[in-house]
């Protein structure tokens, strides 16, 4: 059974900083890409950052929307995924689901291509 679990979310201010988290269990971590994708009330579900395994070079990609601001790290032995998210914005507000994908490196950032997700965890940034 795999389990997908993201915690850290909660409610901040403009230009504030949060680090989500996210454990992977029931799989071979080292495996599988393992990433954030999130969904705002009344749109898709979009891309944000995915890691990708070490056997496809084990690098972090990123959507436009996250670069710059958002960093992803991956630790391959305490099994953990952690977004790191500066400088937030009401437009971040949204639903962030940790996700696990084998998909090729040109499909990285495909929600087709996901194998698991997370049960989400809540991300409001207002004043």
Known sequence: QVQVAESGGGSVQPGDSVRLSCTVSGLNFRDYHIGWFRQAPGK??????????????????????????????????????????????????????????????????YAEMVRSWGQGTQVTVSS
């Open 44 to 109: 898709e579900r979009e891309f944000v950052a995915i890691y990708s395994r070490p056997g496809s070079g084990g690098r972090p990609y990123y959507s436009e929307a996250a670069n710059g601001r958002f960093t992803i790290s991956r630790d391959n032995n305490k099994r953990v995924v952690y977004l790191q998210m500066n400088s937030l914005q009401p437009e971040d507000t949204a639903v962030y689901y940790c996700v696990t994908s084998q998909a090729a490196l040109s499909a990285i950032r």
